[in-house]
């Protein structure tokens, strides 16, 4: 039976040319980015609770944008904003 990982010690740059792709192209296909906005709604024993807003935006949007859009809609938020974060999800093939 092989195994799956290898946890020898290589040299760097050996293991960036063993991850280098060969022949062909990738691509990124079923591309998402989704914008979520944490916002403070209470606390519990000194810890901060947080609901979410989860947005389905554009992949092509820019971070700017993105941080644009999430502070234009927290100031119409009655709660403080936590935290904005952006997640990109796709899948890779060959």
């Not at 914008?35 to 092509?60: F, Q, S």
């Not at 993105?66 to 060959?94: K, M, W």
Request: proline share 3%; net charge negative.
């Amino acid at each position: 039976m092989t195994a799956l990982w290898s946890w020898e010690r290589r040299p760097l740059g050996e293991l960036a040319a063993s991850l280098l792709y060969e022949g062909g192209t990738k691509m990124r296909v079923n591309q998402t980015t989704n914008l979520r906005i944490a916002c403070v709604t209470g606390y519990d024993y000194d810890k901060e609770v947080c609901r979410n807003i989860n947005l389905k935006v554009n992949p092509d949007a820019s971070d700017e944008d993105l941080l644009f859009t999430a502070n234009t809609i927290a100031g119409l938020q009655a709660f403080p904003v936590h935290s904005i974060d952006r997640y990109d999800n796709c899948d890779l093939t060959e």
